[in-house]
T-cell receptor, first 115, second 111 residues
Framework: AQSVTQPDIHITVSEGASLELRCNYS??????LFWYVQSPGQGLQLLLK??????LVQGIKGFEAEFKRSQSSFNLRKPSVHWSDAAEYFC?????????????FGQGTTLQVKP | DTAVSQTPKYLVTQMGNDKSIKCEQN?????MYWYKQDSKKFLKIMFS???????INETVPNRFSPKSPDKAHLNLHINSLELGDSAVYFC??????????FGPGTRLTVL
């Protein structure tokens, strides 16, 4: 069965520091992988996605993520965090062709940014 | 130019009532979804329609009934509301197997 684990429930970083949010997945085939961000009281916004090809993907707002098949990981990174990055971050795996396309989400990581 | 919209944004109601949440997308997508986000922010798929055909029907009480009148709309009707139904419900849309775009959510509070 598909599953996604985000080991860090809550992370606090100082503004300007680098950030890495961890995501591990379990899926039998090549996964479709996503990172979404949810600001308080808002919907989810797609940061980036991986379907195939280059394992380092660039997203919006200066975020990037690297797909590592050997580690079943898709960690999200940002070199310098801004106060506006404080939000909830969700990693998700999607079933690809031949399945239903539904997303399985991790439990989310709350990012707090210290001034 | 809202992409995925939901109404209402907030819904407060008494136990036992029936309520509906509406969702519309103007992205030309062929697939729409309903997700439930609980108090711990965990997101779980409930239903999905592709070209008006139900393709995902997770383990959800049959008090919940989705309906898709056309590809741009997906509504969620809930009968006999219970306290445990309190959550944020998100609608999303996509071209199937592609990234999903989410609406702003409907916060349902059952008293």
């Amino acid at each position: 069965a598909q599953s996604v684990t985000q080991p860090d429930i809550h992370i606090t970083v100082s503004e300007g520091a680098s950030l890495e949010l961890r995501c591990n997945y379990s899926y039998g085939a090549t996964p479709y992988l996503f990172w979404y961000v949810q600001s308080p009281g808002q919907g989810l916004q797609l940061l980036l996605k991986y379907f195939s090809g280059d394992t380092l993907v660039q997203g919006i707002k200066g975020f990037e993520a690297e797909f590592k098949r050997s580690q079943s990981s898709f960690n999200l990174r940002k070199p310098s965090v801004h106060w506006s990055d404080a939000a909830e971050y969700f990693c998700a795996v999607g079933a690809g062709s031949g399945n239903t396309g539904k997303l399985i989400f991790g439990q989310g990581t709350t990012l707090q940014v210290k001034p | 130019d809202t992409a995925v919209s939901q109404t209402p944004k907030y819904l407060v109601t008494q136990m036992g009532n029936d309520k509906s949440i509406k969702c519309e997308q103007n992205l030309g997508h062929d697939t729409m979804y309903w997700y439930k986000q609980d108090s711990k922010k965990f997101l779980k798929i409930m239903f999905s329609y592709n070209n008006k055909e139900l393709i995902i029907n997770e383990t959800v009480p049959n008090r919940f009934s989705p309906k898709s009148p056309d590809k741009a709309h997906l509504n969620l009707h809930i009968n006999s509301l219970e306290l445990g139904d309190s959550a944020v419900y998100f609608c999303a849309s996509s071209l199937i197997y592609n990234e999903q775009f989410f609406g702003p959510g409907t916060r349902l509070t059952v008293l």
